[in-house]
């Protein structure tokens, strides 16, 4: 069965540079997430969008935003990258929203990002 | 403080024993608690769905436990496996508008089981 897609899986950036993240979600889910998990964090909530319109933001610095395009893929965009960025971005989907439950969340493999 | 607490933060145990793992939230009002098996660098796997009128749910040798008064919940795993070895989350969905789609995740308790 067709999982959550992130690409791509690992980035190296320099400070101050700009990165993207990619996330394709499960066919028909209509609900993304992000997620930012440092080293030996748990994942922070950072944002998430419903039916392509942001539903929630969490703890999203001003330098990132994101954006749930029309075939539901969503992008997140990090700009003037700082040596704190560098962690495992998550990205999930689910069918409804996550206060809904019986909603299973869907989690992809990380995208890997290093700030050096 | 953190909104979801786990404990222990890490457990040995060897292969075949039973085990429970332990999860006190202060999210409130909560809509569902959900326990993930999450796999070092690898994203979390979800294990169990369970809203706040539910008391037990079962998967496999999962069981996990919803005590709402108390505001706790437990992850029993049984005749642990090798492939058992993972990081075990607890993640908690507030039931307010503007958190719906937030999900509040503990730190998560680090199991080995060993041979």
């Known amino acids: 069965a067709a999982g959550v897609i992130q690409s791509p899986r690992h980035l190296i950036k320099e400070k101050r540079e700009t990165a993207t993240l990619k996330c394709y979600p499960i066919?028909?889910?209509?609900?993304v997430y992000w997620y930012q998990q440092g080293p030996g964090q748990d994942p922070q909530f950072l944002i998430s969008?419903?039916?392509?319109?942001?539903?929630d933001k969490g703890s999203i610095p001003d330098r990132f935003s994101a954006q749930q395009f029309s075939d539901y893929h969503s992008e997140l965009n990090m700009s003037s990258l700082e040596l704190g960025d560098s962690a495992l971005y998550f990205c999930?989907?689910?069918?409804?929203?996550?206060?809904?439950?019986?909603?299973?969340?869907?989690f992809g493999e990380g995208s890997w990002l290093t700030v050096v | 403080k953190n909104q979801v607490e786990q404990s222990p933060q890490s457990l040995i145990i060897l292969e075949g024993k039973n085990c429970t793992l332990q999860?006190?939230?202060?999210?409130?009002?909560?809509?569902?608690l959900r326990w993930y098996k999450q796999d070092t660098g690898r994203g979390p796997v979800s294990l169990t769905i369970?809203?706040?009128?539910?008391n037990t749910k079962s998967n496999g040798r999962y069981t996990a436990t919803l005590d709402a008064d108390t505001k706790q919940s437990s992850l029993h795993i049984t005749a642990s496996q090798l492939s058992d070895s993972a990081s075990y989350i607890c993640?908690?969905?507030?039931?307010?508008?503007?958190?719906?789609?937030?999900?509040?995740f503990g730190a998560g308790t680090r199991l080995a089981v060993h041979p």
């Open positions: 999930a989907s689910s069918l409804g929203s996550a206060g809904s439950s019986g909603n299973t969340i869907y």
């Open positions: 066919p028909r889910h209509d609900t």
């Open positions: 969008f419903y039916e392509k319109m942001q539903s």
């Open positions: 999860c006190n939230y202060t999210v409130s009002p909560f809509s569902n």
């Open positions: 369970m809203t706040f009128s539910e």
């Open positions: 993640v908690v969905s507030p039931a307010h508008s503007g958190g719906y789609n937030k999900l509040i």
